[in-house]
């Protein structure tokens, strides 16, 4: 028996049966669901999305100035040490000038007392100014004019820096400080010895 063309036309080129309604509409939505998922899924694997919101920038810290250290609380006694080797040195200045002839004796003592500043200045800065630190500074003497009284002057002042120099290491609290304290002391209680000694020479 021959079929009609419009009925070989309405079966599946295959072979098959001619595909239903439900099939078509069930191939459909599955085809479209796979194109919505291409576009987010390729999007996934791009660097970057022109929709993606930016990463808020976070602000930068602000530049803080870290306070000074504190004070020393050795200045003020340091300070003074300076001024006492100041004073001895002026009484050395001057009693050179008076005492020509005893130069010799004498620049010795200087030599050292301008170690003890020098030692003394690296700490506490050259321009130490006693008076604004709440010190009592000495104005230097006038040397006397004859050579016993201007000796006398000097032991005086020696005598007088050792008993402050040992006041200072009661005072002081840094280690270091009150080593070289100690040793500017104790040459000063050498030279009160030696004056003693220059002056029973003369």
Do not use: N, W
Not at 10 to 31: A, K, Q
Not at 113 to 129: F, K, N, Q, Y
Not at 175 to 182: E, I, Q, V
């Amino acid at each position: 028996m021959t079929v009609p063309p419009t009925e070989r036309t309405s079966h599946d080129p295959r072979g098959g049966h001619p595909p239903t309604r439900r099939r078509v509409l069930r191939v459909g939505m599955t085809v479209l669901g796979l194109s919505g998922l291409a576009g987010p899924g390729l999007a996934g694997c791009t660097t970057s999305s022109p929709d993606a919101t930016p990463a808020t920038k976070r602000p930068a810290a602000p530049v803080t100035t870290p306070p000074p250290p504190p004070p020393d609380p050795d200045l003020p006694v340091l300070s003074a040490a300076v001024e006492s080797e100041r004073h001895l040195l002026s009484l050395y200045t001057a009693a050179l000038e008076r005492l020509p002839d005893l130069r010799d004796d004498l620049e010795e003592f200087v030599r050292r007392h301008e170690e003890h500043l020098a030692a003394l200045t690296a700490l506490v800065g050259p321009e130490v100014d006693a008076t604004a630190a709440g010190l009592a500074t000495t104005a230097p003497s006038t040397t006397p004019p004859s050579r016993s009284e201007t000796l006398a002057a000097l032991v005086a002042a020696e005598k007088a820096a050792v008993t402050d120099r040992d006041k200072d290491l009661r005072a002081v609290q840094g280690a270091d400080h009150a080593r070289l304290l100690a040793v500017i002391g104790a040459c000063e209680a050498t030279h009160v010895v030696a004056l003693d000694e220059l002056v029973e020479k003369l």
